[in-house]
Structure formats: C-alpha cells, structure tokens
C-alpha cells in the first residue's frame, strides 16, 4: 500500500521567512497530493492540493510542486506570519487520503 | 458553507463498552471515510465506504469497528468493546470524488 514520508517533523522561522516541508510517496498510482493544515485540537482543514497532470500549483503565499518521475511534493509558503504556525499534513491518494507525519511550523514574530 | 458535522464532541467510555460515533456528511457528497488520531501523532485511515457498502478498510479497521449508514445522512462508526488503546481523536470526512473534507472529530477517551 501506499506510504507517504514528510520532512521536517518540526520546522521554526522567523516571520516574513519561507517555509518548505517535503514529501515522498511510494505509490506510483496516486495521483491526488493534497496538504491540510491542523491548528491544535481543530480538524484537518484543506489548504491546497495538486493532481498528478500539474507540476506546480499557486495560491498566493502557499504553493506545492510535484515530481512525479521522483515521488516528490513539497509545500512552499512565503512572507510567513504567526498565524502560520500549525501542524501541516500531506496526502497521496488514489482512492482513499494517505497522510505523512506532520511538521509542526512555528512562526516566530 | 456546508460542513461535515460530528457527535459527540467528546465520550468517555469504560473498556469494554461500545460506543457509537455519529457524522452527518456533505449532502451531496458521495464518499465517506473515518480516520484516527491518536494525540500527537499522524491521521490514519480506517475505512472508506461508498454507494452504501465499505469499499477499503485498514489493518486497524478489525472485527471491533462497524460502519452503518443507517438512513440518507447519517454516517456512523461503531466500536465494540473498547480498548485503552482505542483513545483517540476520530475524523469523519466526506468527498464529491478526490477532496476531503473533515468534521471537527469526536475525542475519545477510554478509561
């Protein structure tokens, strides 16, 4: 079955810095990779996603990239703020979601 | 905005006891699934379950856990004879096709 790996577990910037966290699956026939952000004690919340046919996909500070050849996806976010900070999940799906382990973002004013 | 909703909120349950969680999904979805998150740690699958019959499980997802649509609503994950193990926080979600989308989980607590 599928299993998704994610980097860093734990990631600290200062505010206005970029965030990457990065993410490999090992099914070649998953072809949705969506990312969900976790505010303590709250659900998952949807935050972007990208499908197998797209290389890249933007939505104003957030971005993801996917290498499919690799089995990569990675989250990009820009300008960094506090409200930032939170736990940050990726997904492989081809029928059912996926998740890595999380990396916890700490956004430092 | 429509919402997956979720009851209880949080059950403490002695071992042993059975419990039954209750989701009400999108309306118009017609993909279901139930995860685990036990504190800390990452959202695990438990099941999937469309056009009224589960259509993946997980190891987890053994002989302990039920899953019922009982009418065209609600979307209900019964565990059997619980375990301290079985403590968790537990995510309803619901799909038109690839997106999920999560209700606000049901803590529970196995004491």
Redesign the interface.
């Known amino acids: 079955g599928e299993n998704v790996e994610q980097h860093p577990s734990t990631l600290s910037v200062q505010e206005g810095d970029s965030a990457v966290i990065k993410c490999t699956y090992s099914d070649s026939a998953s072809n949705y990779f969506p990312w969900y952000k976790q505010e303590l004690g709250k659900r998952p919340q949807l935050i972007i996603d990208i499908r197998s046919n797209v290389g890249e996909k933007k939505d104003q500070r957030i971005a993801v990239t996917l290498n499919k050849t690799a089995k990569h996806f990675s989250l990009h976010i820009t300008e960094t703020q506090p409200e930032d900070s939170a736990v940050y999940f990726c997904a492989a799906s081809l029928d059912k979601l996926i998740f890595g382990t999380g990396t916890r973002l700490q956004v430092f004013p | 905005e429509p919402e997956v909703t979720q009851t209880p909120s949080h059950q403490v349950t002695q071992m042993g006891q059975e419990v039954i969680l209750r989701c009400v999904p999108i309306s118009n979805h017609l993909y279901f699934?139930w995860?685990r998150q036990i504190l800390g740690?990452?959202?695990?699958?438990l099941v999937?379950f469309y056009n009224n019959e589960i259509?993946?499980k997980s190891e987890i997802f053994d002989d302990q856990f039920s899953v019922e649509r009982p009418d065209g609503s609600n979307f209900t994950l019964k565990i059997r004879s619980t375990k301290l193990e079985d403590s968790a926080m537990y995510?309803c979600?619901s799909s038109p096709r690839?997106?999920?989308?999560?209700?606000?989980?049901t803590r529970l607590t196995v004491v």
């Open positions: 699934y995860y740690q990452k959202v695990e699958f999937s259509s993946e995510f979600a690839t997106e999920a989308f999560f209700g606000q989980g």
